[in-house]
């Protein structure tokens, strides 16, 4: 966002957003705004755990407020709590190196909040293992989608237009409809296997 949009007041910055109709606030306000959301939009938190199994839960979480506060609370979480870095030396200097990448692990959590189809009114559910994550989230893909379509060059179609360009303006994402496919290159290059299923439309990534 740009300075003068910082120093607005908040009825300037969320109309600047869209995010106003004739000064009252759109649901996509309350969503990213709110710090209960869910008193009007149940499902509209994370719950993040961690499996031995499929079937052995060892612990979770659950990550409730805004879906602004959501985004960075959910990824600090994720790589404090859930993911073990391994360490090594470079000289003298300390390394930690992940399983997966944060970046693309930041993309995905991020485009899975704001494209999700909040209609449902089901959560984002986040299970990771010792040797993948999995970010379901209720979301509805152009009926002439496919997953070619969706991990190729494709123009951005966000199901929550407005809810994408506030995470946009706010330098959470991008805009192009790149993600999948730059979070993929990504894991390629540091040898992570990333496997899309196309199942009830969701995504597990």
Same mark, same amino acid.
């Given at each position: 966002?740009?300075?003068? !949009? ?6 300037? @910055?969320? !109309?600047?957003?869209? @995010?106003?109709? /004739? ?9 990213? =705004?709110? /710090?209960?959301?869910? #008193?009007?939009?149940? %499902?509209? &938190?994370?719950?993040?755990? +961690? ?7 060892? &612990?979770? !979480?659950?990550? /409730? %407020? ?6 960075? #609370?959910?990824? $600090?979480?994720?790589?404090?709590? &859930? ?14 190196? +992940?399983? =997966?990448? #944060? ?6 959590? =991020? ?6 189809? +909040?209609?449902?009114?089901? @959560? ?6 010792? !040797? ?16 070619? $379509? ?8 966000? +199901? ?16 192009? %409809?790149?993600? @999948? ?25």
């Amino acid at each position: 966002m740009d300075k003068k !949009d910082i120093d607005s007041s908040n009825e300037q @910055l969320l !109309d600047s957003l869209n @995010l106003l109709d /004739h000064g009252m606030l759109k649901r996509a306000a309350v969503l990213l =705004f709110h /710090h209960n959301p869910e #008193k009007w939009i149940p %499902g509209s &938190y994370v719950k993040i755990g +961690y499996f031995e199994t499929d079937s052995e839960l060892r &612990y979770q !979480d659950e990550i /409730h %407020g805004s879906l602004i506060s959501q985004a960075d #609370k959910i990824v $600090d979480l994720i790589f404090t709590k &859930y993911l073990k870095a391994e360490i090594s030396y470079r000289g003298v200097t300390r390394v930690e190196t +992940y399983p =997966f990448p #944060k970046e693309a692990i930041r993309e995905a959590v =991020f485009n899975s909040i704001a494209h999700k189809f +909040y209609g449902t009114l089901i @959560l984002i559910q986040i299970r990771i293992y010792a !040797d993948k994550i999995i970010i379901a989230n209720d979301c509805v893909f152009p009926d002439d989608w496919t997953v070619d $379509d969706l991990m190729g060059s494709h123009r951005s179609r966000p +199901y929550n237009p407005l809810i994408a360009n506030t995470f946009f303006r706010a330098g959470f994402i991008e805009a192009w %409809g790149e993600v @999948l496919r730059k979070s993929r290159i990504v894991a390629q290059k540091l040898g992570i296997p990333c496997q899309n299923m196309w199942l009830k439309k969701k995504i597990l990534w």
